[in-house]
T-cell receptor
Framework: NAGVMQNPRHLVRRRGQEARLRCSPM?????VYWYRQLPEEGLKFMVY????????ESGMPKERFSAEFPKEGPSILRIQQVVRGDSAAYFC????????????FGQGTRLTVV | KNEVEQSPQNLTAQEGEFITINCSYS?????LHWLQQHPGGGIVSLFM???GKKKHGRLIATINIQEKHSSLHITASHPRDSAVYIC????????????FGKGTKLTVNP
């Protein structure tokens, strides 16, 4: 049973390009969470999704960022027209049910905008 | 002021020492998590607490809801315990959002 898989592990984008970050939750998990870790800062919640639904996106920047978790396939965090300030580590976590005692984290995607 | 404060920010210990990492928070919570982030960046969930105390191997986590404070203890520390330990709270109100501390970087020397 593979853990939470994120890819790519490292992503380099030029300013203005799009970044697409993928997260495959653990088998059977239908709850997915995205977090961002800026350099020298703590993790910050971005969005919580269940299959085909965005439940809480209160941590997402209003522009350029979007997330989805389709019926089939991984969850995608999409950043359009990236800027240097988007450089960060983006972590995905999944859980079996709501308020689970354990959420399983992926290894993260380190985005560098040059 | 952050809603979740951890202390110390950095901690260096000798192998075998007893370690304590503290977490204070300022909001009402429904749960508190302790996470471990390895030097390679991966994050592991250690505990979720809503009251009392939990133990797993050499790790012990306690929480005092009235005082809005939690501690993570490591007994008989080992160099492989070197990591960043992160406290996160789930505020009351039904949201799934976690609010994180900035982490405590622990280095255990042999």
């Amino acid at each position: 049973n593979a853990g939470v898989m994120q890819n790519p592990r490292h992503l380099v984008r030029r300013r203005g390009q799009e970044a697409r970050l993928r997260c495959s939750p653990m088998k059977g998990h239908s709850h997915v969470y995205w977090y961002r870790q800026l350099p020298e800062e703590g993790l910050k919640f971005m969005v919580y999704l269940q299959k085909e639904n965005i439940i809480d996106e209160s941590g997402m920047p209003k522009e350029r960022f979007s997330a989805e978790f389709p019926k089939e396939g991984p969850s995608i965090l999409r950043i359009q027209q990236v800027v240097r300030g988007d450089s960060a580590a983006y972590f995905c976590a999944s859980s079996l049910h709501l308020r689970a005692s354990v959420a399983f984290f992926g290894q993260g995607t380190r985005l560098t905008v040059v | 002021k952050n809603e979740v404060e951890q202390s110390p920010q950095n901690l260096t210990a000798q192998e075998g020492e007893f370690i304590t990492i503290n977490c204070s928070y300022s909001v009402g919570i429904s749960a508190l998590h302790w996470l471990q982030q390895h030097p390679g960046g991966g994050i592991v969930s250690l505990f979720m607490l809503s009251s009392g105390k939990k133990k797993h191997g050499r790790l012990i986590a306690t929480i005092n809801i009235q005082e809005k404070h939690s501690s993570l203890h490591i007994t008989a520390s080992h160099p492989r315990d070197s990591a960043v330990y992160i406290c996160a709270v789930r505020p009351q109100g039904g949201s799934e959002k976690l609010v994180f501390g900035k982490g405590t970087k622990l280095t255990v020397n042999p």
